[in-house]
């Protein structure tokens, strides 16, 4: 999206912006505190950073850390090598405006929109909702789980009175 907003607009922030993200995604630069969405939308024209940064950790390494199964890693990485490709598209595209043609800035946005930036959109978001089913269900599967445990715990403690 930042790609895009750059070759829109020409502004250089965005580019640099688009670097920064990447950067922090694979554990090149800092990760902000809190960071999520809005992150971003608060970081202005002066540069001016809402929030501390914590250390470098690639996105992949976090999502390993905090217990995603095997199989559900796979998706992810799927989902980043379709990243990558996409990024690719964009930083084309960003290469195209800062020529500063007019003709290749409209060359830019084309494939910014095409088919083609769609599709590979589509590869980043279609291993992520195969996460967020495979998820769902791992999620289910331990509340039933806990729910049965906590079943016999009770079942249990009315027994031993």
């Known amino acids: 999206m930042v790609g895009r907003t750059y070759a829109v607009t020409g502004d250089e922030r965005y580019r640099q912006h688009f670097d920064e993200i990447f950067a922090i995604r694979n554990g090149q630069s800092p990760r902000p505190e809190n960071y999520h969405f809005i992150y971003w939308d608060l970081v202005d024209a ?11 950790e690639a996105l992949l390494d976090r999502m390993r850390h905090v217990g995603f199964a095997e199989v559900e890693l796979f998706q992810l990485v799927s989902a980043k090598q ?20 007019p003709l290749l800035r409209e060359q830019a946005l084309t494939i910014l929109h095409d088919e083609a930036y769609h599709q590979a959109k589509a590869g980043i978001m279609q291993p992520i909702d195969q996460l967020y089913s495979m998820m769902s269900v791992r999620t289910h599967a331990a509340v039933n789980q806990a729910e049965k445990q906590a079943g016999a715990c009770a079942g249990y403690l009315l027994r031993s009175d």
């Not at 990024?87 to 020529?99: D, F, G, T």
């Open 46 to 56: 002066s540069n001016q950073r809402p929030r501390p940064f914590t250390k470098p």
């Open 82 to 101: 379709a990243s990558d490709n996409l990024a690719a598209i964009e930083q084309q595209a960003m290469q195209l405006v800062a020529s500063g043609d």
